[in-house]
């Protein structure tokens, strides 16, 4: 078997032809490159060859083994952060929230979590503005009849029992 890389052998009758330098006073030719030949003219197929597309599939192919099974979808991590966060601090959840949810959507994805997020934070939100006020009102009125008591209580001096707003107190237990 022969190797294409190595050249022929020439025949033993044949000798290669010698080697003649050029004369010492020949003046140098400019190099001229071989004529191009012409392209071979173009011509159409006879008839079209069939297209082929490639075979669609219902699902995607499987992920490789340790890659993650599904696409790395924008806002998702961002909405799953602002879910858990909406139960506990419902302004930082519901800002974090709703970027998820316009960064899923720019994708063209959707994402559950982010809408969630916003609603419960929304929801919690103005539930606990409504307690918070109620507490304050609460508080406000707790403060207002202390002080009740204890200008009452001043103007016995702070012995014996008064009655503020339906209600005995007892003086000698208050604290100056």
Known sequence: MT???TPPAPDAGSTPPAYTPPPADAAPTAYTPPAAEA???YAPPAAAAPAYEAPAYAAAPPAA???PATATVPGRTMGIVAFILSFFVQLVALILGIVALVQSRKAGHKNGFALAAIIISAVLLVVGTIILIFVIIG???AA???T???TA???VDFSGVV???GVQVDCTSINR
Request: charged share 10%; aromatic share 8%.
């Open 39 to 41: 392209p071979p003219a």
């Open 139 to 141: 508080l406000t009125a």
């Open 148 to 150: 009740e008591v204890y």
């Open 144 to 146: 207002g009849i202390a």
């Open 153 to 155: 209580c001043q103007a």
């Open 3 to 5: 190797d294409p890389n």
């Open 65 to 67: 083994y340790g890659a």
């Open 163 to 165: 009655t503020v707003q």
